[in-house]
């Protein structure tokens, strides 16, 4: 095993947050090879069949990782769960370090070196948003505005002509998208397993660190179970105090 961030630590990184997931072997920050997971599998299962197949191709063996990499958030909560599950469990059997990092981050991290700041955005379903804004200075990418969750009409009322967005949810708003507001090429907009490596790289170099039994995914907001929950606890509270 590499020691620390030496250039030639080994790394599996780990993309599970969208129906478009996707698993990649790098080297310090070289991509060795990346794989997209097999869509008409559930998530459990084309994960460890694509692992499988990406290690045997590129002849290593679990032990042979220093890192486990995984996008932790935000994204689909089952897809998530999987994801940090699989990692985890990599980690505890392996010995590997493991790091979680955001999801949007790693989006951004793909992007063209030459724009300026640039929303990235995902779907949070109930036509809601989850969203970032971010800027490159050098080869870093810098968040200017964290993840938080927005009404899909506020995000679009709050543009301005210039602005740069990308990402998934894009492919659905591009239609709806005030005049002057710019898009980045599609090929940049879905998470790649790639950019997670790298981006875990990076933060793992710079002395970032993961703790095995503390990592969990970053929803950003409760499930609709838990909010109905909420809810009906809220209403029994009412009643109570009437």
């Given at each position: 095993?590499?020691?620390?961030?030496?250039?030639d630590m080994k790394s599996l990184a780990i993309e599970?947050?969208?129906?478009?997931?996707?698993?990649?072997?790098?080297?310090?920050?070289?991509?060795?090879?990346?794989?997209?997971?097999?869509?008409?599998?559930?998530?459990?299962?084309?994960?460890?069949?694509?692992?499988?197949?990406?290690?045997?191709?590129?002849?290593?063996v679990p032990k042979d990782l220093d890192l486990i990499?995984?996008?932790?958030?935000?994204?689909?909560?089952?897809?998530?769960?999987?994801?940090?599950?699989?990692?985890?469990?990599?980690?505890?059997?392996?010995?590997?370090?493991?790091?979680?990092?955001?999801?949007?981050?790693?989006?951004?991290?793909?992007?063209?070196?030459?724009?300026?700041?640039?929303?990235?955005?995902?779907?949070?379903?109930?036509q809601q948003l989850f969203a970032a804004i971010f800027?490159?200075?050098?080869?870093?990418?810098?968040?200017?505005?964290?993840?938080?969750?927005?009404?899909?009409?506020?995000?679009?009322?709050?543009?301005?002509?210039?602005?740069?967005?990308?990402?998934?949810?894009?492919?659905?708003?591009?239609?709806?998208?005030?005049?002057?507001?710019?898009?980045?090429?599609?090929?940049?907009?879905?998470?790649?397993?790639?950019?997670?490596?790298?981006?875990?790289?990076?933060?793992?170099?710079?002395?970032?660190?993961?703790?095995?039994?503390?990592?969990?995914?970053?929803?950003?907001?409760?499930?609709?179970?838990?909010?109905?929950?909420?809810?009906?606890?809220?209403?029994?509270?009412?009643?109570?105090?009437?």
């Amino acid at each position: 095993m590499a020691i620390g961030g030496e250039i030639d630590m080994k790394s599996l990184a780990i993309e599970t947050t969208t129906r478009c997931g996707s698993l990649a072997l790098l080297e310090g920050d070289t991509v060795v090879a990346e794989r997209e997971l097999d869509s008409n599998l559930r998530s459990a299962a084309s994960i460890t069949v694509c692992l499988r197949e990406l290690m045997c191709e590129n002849k290593l063996v679990p032990k042979d990782l220093d890192l486990i990499a995984v996008a932790s958030g935000p994204g689909s909560f089952t897809g998530l769960r999987v994801g940090v599950t699989v990692a985890k469990t990599l980690a505890y059997a392996t010995g590997a370090e493991v790091l979680g990092v955001n999801t949007l981050e790693a989006i951004a991290v793909g992007s063209p070196e030459e724009i300026g700041p640039w929303w990235t955005v995902l779907e949070a379903q109930r036509q809601q948003l989850f969203a970032a804004i971010f800027v490159r200075r050098g080869i870093e990418v810098e968040t200017i505005r964290a993840t938080h969750i927005v009404d899909i009409e506020i995000w679009l009322d709050q543009l301005s002509p210039g602005d740069v967005v990308m990402g998934p949810a894009i492919a659905k708003l591009v239609a709806r998208l005030p005049e002057g507001i710019r898009t980045h090429d599609p090929k940049f907009w879905q998470p790649r397993a790639a950019c997670v490596g790298q981006l875990a790289f990076a933060k793992f170099n710079s002395g970032l660190r993961d703790d095995l039994w503390k990592l969990t995914p970053q929803y950003f907001r409760k499930s609709a179970a838990e909010e109905k929950a909420d809810s009906a606890s809220e209403r029994t509270g009412d009643r109570g105090q009437g």
